[in-house]
């Protein structure tokens, strides 16, 4: 079954830095949609940053001018860079992926990863 892996999860201090991996995508960066999102407890899972096969990115409002989501096509890897982290950044954070159909990304992933935790102290 494809699957995704996450890492470089973790503790880091209110204000600070952490970047997050994820691996194993089936396709190439042109054919593939990426994203990551995150669930904290008792809340309802969201997207907060998202990368079309043309570049392009989308940020939720919580996360905007702080994450970026750079992918290195050569490694076939996607990163999650977060800044100025909060102590509502922590939850479960997943890369998802869809695969493109006629270059168009439809919001809808259908490949997941088990998560990495980040805890964002205060």
């Known amino acids: 079954q494809v699957q995704l892996v996450e890492s470089g999860g973790g503790s880091v201090q209110g204000g600070g830095s952490l970047t997050l991996s994820c691996t194993g995508f089936r396709y190439t960066y042109d054919t593939e949609c990426m994203a990551w999102f995150r669930q904290a407890p008792g809340k309802e899972r969201e997207a907060v940053a998202l990368?079309?096969?043309?570049?392009?990115?989308h940020y939720s409002d919580s996360v905007k001018d702080r994450f970026t989501i750079p992918r290195d096509n050569n490694k076939n890897t996607l990163y999650l860079r977060m800044n100025s982290a909060k102590p509502d950044d922590t939850a479960m954070y997943y890369c998802?992926?869809?695969?493109?159909?006629?270059?168009?990304?439809?919001?809808?992933?259908?490949?997941w990863g088990q998560g990495t935790q980040v805890t964002v102290s205060s």
């Open positions: 998802a992926a869809e695969a493109a159909r006629g270059g168009y990304c439809s919001r809808f992933y259908n490949v």
């Open positions: 990368i079309d096969t043309d570049g392009s990115t």
